[in-house]
């Protein structure tokens, strides 16, 4: 969707659920910002199911950012029924367009982690024509349920969600501490919406030393083996999105950092680390960077410092035992996870491991 949007004046879209997390990564992306810059999108949101009031919460802050973002709800009262669409359709300024329709709501997991379908369908003047009066008389069709996110009917609905979300958390992830509905729209505390970030015992993980890099040292460099075959990057395409989230504490996650993967002519291939910015480079030791990896281009990590005492101590004789490459080389090393379990366990990374 981020490849067709960055070329397109205007849009529209319908999704039956969407996520906090799906939110940030759309609205939240460089090249959608720019399309609302230049031109507008509508948007359309379930509240059936899955949508919460975090969601409406930084939805409204779009809204709010954006005045070419215009998105209402769509509330019903059929039982048995869900409203239940994933579209997108863009139109350029040559008159043509692209519709985007596939299998996966406007989720961390519809959007990146789960195994989705979608199609990109070029349209041509005409057939963006059809498709706008057909969205135009869909839309008034269904005014008397179309909702401003302010609109009371729609709170109650989101707070239910976030009721029955957590009531499910109690049920499948007991060792998770519940939320409080009135705390769940702060990044500082846990959300059901966390879970779209656990990992399993098989995922993959990375423990890198980070080199100095000047005094930009959160922008950190990578050798090319890792760049593409543990991050799923192109060396070559700046244009690929990764998601990382810093693990700040257990169960709590840092805003979700969506970076070009960097690639240059002087063979440096780089993600810029929100966690390491602004912090001094230690004067004795390598900061390691500790990533996981969720799904493609998906990760959370964290980074220990030499001021971490033991447990970073840990850490890098761990490193220097199993590292194999040349010495004075950066350590770069992927294991699975039950292989460092031990390491991870004593970690706020640990917390997001699910076992079953």
């Not at 005014?143 to 499910?168: E, F, H, M």
């Not at 879970?195 to 930009?216: D, K």
């Not at 996981?292 to 004789?317: C, Q, W």
Request: charged share 20%; hydrophobic share 40%; glycine share 8%.
């Amino acid at each position: 969707m981020i490849s067709v949007c960055s070329n397109a004046e205007r849009g529209n879209g319908a999704y039956a659920f969407v996520s906090k997390s799906g939110a940030d990564l759309l609205f939240g992306d460089i090249e959608f910002g720019k399309l609302l810059d230049r031109g507008e999108y509508q948007l359309i949101v379930g509240v059936d199911q899955i949508t919460n009031t975090a969601t409406i919460n930084r939805l409204v802050e779009y809204g709010e950012k954006y005045s070419s973002l215009n998105i209402n709800a769509f509330l019903h009262n059929t039982n048995n029924s869900l409203f239940h669409p994933k579209i997108s359709y863009f139109s350029r300024n040559n008159g043509a367009g692209s519709l985007v329709i596939g299998s996966g709501n406007l989720t961390a997991g519809g959007l990146r982690k789960n195994r989705e379908a979608f199609a990109v369908i070029d349209l041509s003047v005409q057939e963006l024509i059809n498709m706008d009066a057909y969205w135009n008389d869909w839309v008034t069709q269904s005014a008397c349920y179309l909702k401003p996110l302010s609109d009371q009917g729609v709170i109650a609905r989101v707070a239910k969600n976030t009721l029955r979300a957590k009531a499910w958390n109690d049920i499948s992830l007991p060792e998770v501490e519940a939320v409080d509905i009135e705390d769940i729209s702060s990044d500082s505390a846990p959300t059901e919406e966390s879970n779209e970030w656990n990992y399993q015992n098989n995922s993959s993980v990375l423990f890198a030393e980070i080199p100095r890099s000047g005094n930009r040292w959160n922008q950190a460099n990578f050798d090319v083996t890792t760049f593409e075959s543990f991050f799923g990057a192109t060396a070559g395409d700046n244009s690929q999105r990764i998601l990382l989230r810093n693990v700040e504490s257990e169960r709590i996650l840092g805003d979700i950092e969506v970076r070009p993967s960097v690639s240059v002519r002087s063979q440096n291939y780089r993600f810029e680390l929100e966690a390491a910015a602004g912090l001094p480079y230690p004067t004795t030791g390598r900061p390691i960077g500790v990533f996981v990896r969720l799904s493609t281009r998906m990760f959370i990590y964290k980074i220990f410092m030499p001021s971490m005492g033991n447990k970073y101590d840990e850490i890098a004789d761990w490193m220097n035992t199993h590292w194999r490459g040349k010495s004075g080389k950066m350590k770069r090393i992927v294991v699975e996870a039950h292989d460092v379990s031990e390491i991870l366990n004593e970690t706020p990374i640990n917390s997001f491991l699910v076992t079953s």
